[in-house]
């Protein structure tokens, strides 16, 4: 009795683990496929592909689907499809709607070609050399697969789109065929279309199959995309994945995507096929939202965005344009503060150069004040030795008047009272000598004060004494009645005419001694408001070899001369804001001509 219990229970088991392992065996894996060429193909390229699966999964069965883009969207919503593998736009437009995502994605090159990438291209009849560019295509038939084809026309589209803002005026006739997409190019041989339009690497695939000779075909709307091998008038987009519908659980999910990607890569005469992992699709869900179709359909055009898109090559011009200004605002402002400090640099190295020229002017100036009361200081000692002498003949005479033993020393207190009173005289006089030969030997105070100008001529005549002698005449001063002063620089006025006096008498050297005649003048040119003194001499006058270069530094025709006194003096009558010039008199000698301003120089 228990053994039968054990036998029914056991059998019952088996029974059950029977029932569980053809339950088990039986589970199904429908993956449908979209079905774009030939069902020969589609046994050739995706068969063996899946084959892993079997193998990786025993327990189950993979039933493939070959499927039109209608099949795949009923059996993805009536739930009989677990996975399917369709092209990339079919996806995009199936994710709208649908809980479909990508698993895998398989790689497929077939003699170097990539068949996992897709792209359209263009073509028309060899024969057709009207036809080169897109706008070619203006009015004319284009023969496409279907509307819903991605490669076969979506992309097309989108690229010309995107290029042409006026392509919906081009009048285009597209004609749809339906699949397979190979019966396009016998159409175009036939001359039913003037171009077509097919999903990249497909009419090398036929060439290589032998079906099409690609010398026939001629490639419309070159896009130049380096390493892609296949003619292509678009940019290129990815490939098919392989998508888990919501009828998959996560086991059944990940059970598949190892079984893929376990599997070794698959060789087929030239193909080679291996799975991988998927990549994004969001350039794909561009192109459908910019041809506001699929999940994009109902989104609503906005006309700016689709104007900017339009002309947003203008924009990367004006923005390249923009960039270059601002590259050349920079450019410009960098050289005009760089030209600026240059100019800065070399106003300060000008302004440093007139400061070192202007010193050295005045140290020349002062070395020749030393020069002129070099040539002067044997009248100068003559002027002090006068009062000297008349101080020592006092004093000597005092003395005597004190030594005398009389008692008549109160008698002579009014001699000795005058006696002491010319040595104080005198020897202010020699005071005064002094005071003006270290005031002449000063460095330039740069002072300017308000001058009565007769004393001060009187003084240059003074300095110039001992010469004068020597030459043996007697000065000769006219004045205007009331003259004003003048405001102007003491010392500098006494270097020019002592100077022009000393010159005079140069002049006069070889001239006979009855001959001889210095006159000096001052006038008043009210008119002007200035005075104007003359140094007029009877001398030889102005060599006529250097007239013209009388005022230039070194000009001279004395054997000890400098050739700066006259140089240094018309500077210096400049910097006064006067004017000196000489001339030959047409009675005979030469005079000099000093004009200074009365007022003071307005600074400017
Ligand atoms: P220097 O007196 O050292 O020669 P100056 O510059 O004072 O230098 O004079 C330059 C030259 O001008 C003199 O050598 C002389 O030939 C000429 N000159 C100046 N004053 C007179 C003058 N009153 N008459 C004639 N020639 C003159």
Known sequence: MILAKKVRSSLLFILLLCIICSEVAAEEIHIGILDWRTLEDFEQHWLPSLQSLEKEMPAHRIVLHPMTLNELNKGVADNQLDFLITNPGHYVALSSEYRVAPLAQLQ?????LPLNHVGSVVLTHQGRQDLNEFTDLKGLTIGAVSPESFGGYQLMLDTLHLRYSDIKSWDIHWNFTGFPMDQLVEKLLNDEFDAI???????????????????SLRLIGTQAIDTYPCMISSAVYPGWPLLRTAKVNDTLARQVLAALMKSDSILIDQDVMYWQPPVSYQSVYEVFERLRIGPFAAFPHNPIMHWLIMHRHWFYGA??????????????EYLVRKRTQELEWSQQCQREAEQIALHHQDELRHASRFTLMGELAAGLAHELNQPLTAIANYARGSVRHLQRQDQDLLARRTQLVEASEQIANQADQAAAVIRNIRTFLKKDTGEYNWLAIVPLVENALLFCQTRIKQAQIKPQLQCDDHLPDIFSHRIHLLQILANLITNALDAMVDVDVDQRELCLSIHQDKANNRLIIQVADRGKGIDAAIEKHLFEPFMTTRKEGMGLGLSLSRSLAEALGGQLILKNRSTGGAMAELTLPIQPLLQE
Not at 319 to 332: C, G, K, P
Request: charge should be neutral.
């Open 319 to 332: 923005f390249a344009l923009l960039i270059l200004l601002v590259l050349h605002n920079i450019r410009a």
């Open 197 to 215: 339009v097919l999903r990249s690497c497909l009419a090398e695939v036929l060439a290589l199959e032998g079906s099409v000779d690609l010398s």
């Open 108 to 112: 497929h090159l077939k003699a170097g």
